[in-house]
């Protein structure tokens, strides 16, 4: 009796989830929005970056230094013949920063053991992308004192060599590394925003009162509610992994089963926390509201998915563990980025199933007090 109990609530579930296109368009086309606008709209890079290039020394020794930056994909330098004239720029706006020689680059250069310097100025206002187009900078300035070194006249000044080599993200694409984050915000939103909305109509409508009183039990009543948004949830999945690897060519380099069977458990964390916020709000204005600020901004903010948590203030740091976006994210840029890696995934995982008992208890204690 009990199982058709549950066959008859999941399929009014799937019933009201065909009648109301909206469900649908959540699950399956907020994904595709989602990931092709931020995907594409928000970057960590800097590409194109205006850049003065003063070569006071204007010598043989310092040929190339204006094309080690003309020839990179991130800057488009402009020449100047003194440091006033880039400083000027630089005020104005029209240059993002300048690096230069000094007019005694060249007799520098003979002295042994003399260090020459090549000063890098970045405008500092904002202090992400100025750290960005320094670290360029930095970079160009060293490929051209590499090049140097081929000059056997020159190779007694250039001591100190730089080799830099970067893990799990070679290309320093910011999209390898926000995309995986955006799938973990979008079925969160998913997850928490398709819950609350729809129970919370129910509530408005009087046809959650009307389940109450039906034979089955509230464990089969949650239980048809998850189990039919579930399958929407793990369809979105499917979606944004599609978009990731093929549109986004994000490499993917963990394991299939090990990313179903994680996004599962947080799609139920999902799940339960729109429960009880249906259970708290049972308007659907309200419920969407509170959806919003519970699930939305701390996943974008306090999850690791665009800022580092580490560089974050302790107080900061503290707060993020108690959002289960924060362990999904983890888990997602870990198997996307740098595989199936047991040490990290596990530890996430664990918590995650803590999460989902303790919010699903609350959200089942919630609605039978509700009803009281």
Known sequence: MKRMHLVGLL????????RDPSSIAIALVMPIVLLIVIGYGVSLDARGVTFGVVDESRSVASAGFFDAFATTPYFKPTDFTNTRDAEAALMRGDIQGFAVLRSDFSRNLEKPGH????????????????RIVTGYAQGAVAVWARGRQTDRAMTAAATVTLESRYWFNPEIRSTNFIVPGLIALIMTMIGALLTALVVAREWERGTMEAMMV???????????????????????LAVSMGL????????????VLALVGISAVFLVVAL???????????????????????TFMPALILSGLLFDIESTPVWVRVIT??????????????????????????PNVLILIAFAAVLLTAAIARTRRSLE
């Open 214 to 236: 039906s034979p089955a039990s509230m464990a089969e009543i949650i239980l048809g509610k998850l189990a039919a948004y579930f399958v929407l949830g793990m369809g979105s």
């Open 272 to 294: 339960a926390m729109g429960l009880l916020i249906s259970t708290v709000a049972r308007n659907q204005f309200v419920a969407a509201q509170l959806a919003f600020l519970v």
């Open 115 to 130: 260090a020459v310097h090549v000063a890098v100025v970045v405008n500092g206002v904002d202090a992400n992308n100025a």
């Open 11 to 18: 399929r009014k579930e799937f019933l009201q989830i065909v």
């Open 244 to 255: 990731a690897i093929f549109l986004f060519q994000v490499p993917f380099r963990g394991s």
């Open 321 to 346: 563990f108690i959002f289960p976006a924060r362990y999904y994210v983890s888990c997602l840029q870990t198997l996307f980025l740098a595989g199936t890696v047991h040490e990290i995934l596990l």
